[in-house]
């Protein structure tokens, strides 16, 4: 009697260290210190190169953040948004949502990636997709954000289309439960929703995006009430109305070049530049996090790096999954 119960007790342990450590098993995990064997200097390498870009061009800033979560949120993150169409604008990048998608953020991947690509032993062992992780935290701390460990380990994915694009990004425009259902597709909840929202607190957006908000042409026929005065006419000399669509405003009205959580401080007085933005102070579900993390960073910062780090692990290709690689050239499909 005892030694069947033994003997089943072992088969099913020794099944579950098959499960647990069979390689073969799609979702191999992702870890920090993926590389620490073929690439061990693939951070610092990383963050050198961020830090050179960001002394050329603050963008790089804003273009990299945003461009992680895009990647992430649409087919998730394997660096698909990172593929240039060879002519046809078939490509995630061609969609129009992507118009903000600033140049600098894809240039700060490919240039990590040709100085990782240098070092001994590390040419065409490291994704795209981890490139891109890394030079996220990298530009979140650099310009005065939570520096946080990355998991690594994501495979660059294998396809890219603009149709794809269609329905995979939360809208400015979007009330609470349209973000956080959104937020939920991705496997986040509303917390991980209000803390991410926080990146808005570097970075430019397009007139276009709220120009409803501060005009009476809006499906109102009236300024947007939960907007403040001052703000509201400080934003109407900066997009006068007819202004050229390219021109762009700070999301962050007091410290766009600063990662911090002054964001919510600016949305409890009304100048949270969309209404996605602004929801999350005028709805009693979400004001209790604005109000906290408004006057405590170090918890805002502690939120923050669980809603990347959950991000980080949208859909992710890993293991041996035939459905990624690592590719050579970040813009390009291996051939
Ligand atoms: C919560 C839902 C979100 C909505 C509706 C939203 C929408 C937008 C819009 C409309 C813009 C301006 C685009 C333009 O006209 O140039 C923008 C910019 C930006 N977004 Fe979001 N976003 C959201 C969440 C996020 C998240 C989660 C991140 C990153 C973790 C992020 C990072 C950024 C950054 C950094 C910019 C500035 C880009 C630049 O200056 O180049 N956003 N977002
Ligand atoms: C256009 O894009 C499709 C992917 O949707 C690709 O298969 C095709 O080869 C492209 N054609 C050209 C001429 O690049
Ligand atoms: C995306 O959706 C819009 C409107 O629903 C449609 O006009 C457009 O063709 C779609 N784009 C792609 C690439 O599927
Ligand atoms: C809308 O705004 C314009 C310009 O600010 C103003 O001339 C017009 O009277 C306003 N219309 C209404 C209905 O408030
Ligand atoms: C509007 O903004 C000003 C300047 O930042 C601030 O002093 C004021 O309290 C704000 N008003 C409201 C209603 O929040
Ligand atoms: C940075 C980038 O790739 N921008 C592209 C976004 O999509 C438009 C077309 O909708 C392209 O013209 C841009 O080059």
């Known amino acids: 009697m005892g030694s069947q119960v033994l003997r089943s007790l072992l088969s099913i342990c020794l099944f579950l260290c098959l499960i647990i450590f069979s390689p073969n098993l799609a979702s191999a995990a992702l870890r920090p210190n993926y590389y620490a064997n073929v690439c061990p200097d693939v951070e610092s390498i990383v963050r050198e190169a961020v830090k050179t870009k960001i002394h050329q061009t603050f963008t790089t800033i804003p273009g990299t953040l945003r461009l992680f979560f895009h990647d992430c949120a649409i087919q998730g993150c394997d660096s698909s948004i990172m593929i240039q169409s060879k002519g046809n604008n078939t490509a995630e990048k061609d969609h129009p949502d992507n118009l903000s998608l600033a140049g600098d953020g894809f240039d700060t991947v490919i240039k990590a990636k040709a100085a990782v690509d240098k070092a001994p032993g590390c040419k065409n062992k490291v994704s795209c997709a981890d490139i891109l992780t890394m030079a996220t935290r990298d530009v979140v ?34 009330n609470l439960d349209q973000l956080t259902s959104f937020f939920n597709t991705l496997g986040l909840n509303r917390k991980d929703m209000i803390a991410l929202s926080a990146a808005h607190t570097v970075g430019f957006s397009h007139c276009s995006r709220f120009a409803a908000r501060i005009y009476n042409f809006s499906r109102h026929n009236k300024v947007d009430p939960a907007l403040n005065k001052s703000y509201v006419a400080e934003l109407q000399s900066l997009c006068p109305i007819g202004v050229d669509s390219r021109i762009a405003v700070n999301m962050d009205p007091i410290s766009h070049k600063k990662f911090d959580n002054i964001y919510y401080k600016n949305l409890q007085q009304g100048m949270g530049l969309f209404t996605s933005d602004q929801i999350l102070y005028t709805d009693f579900r979400s004001r209790p996090f604005v109000n906290l993390w408004a006057s405590n960073n170090a918890a805002f910062e502690r939120a923050f790096i669980t809603g990347m780090t959950k991000l980080g692990r949208v859909r992710v290709k890993t293991g041996r999954s035939r459905y990624g690689n690592i590719r050579q050239d970040c813009a390009a499909f291996n051939s």
């Open 141 to 174: 701390s650099l310009s005065g954000g939570p520096s946080y460990r990355v998991e690594l380990g994501r495979l660059d994915g294998l396809i890219s289309t603009s149709s794809s694009v269609n329905g995979s990004l939360p809208k400015p425009t979007f």
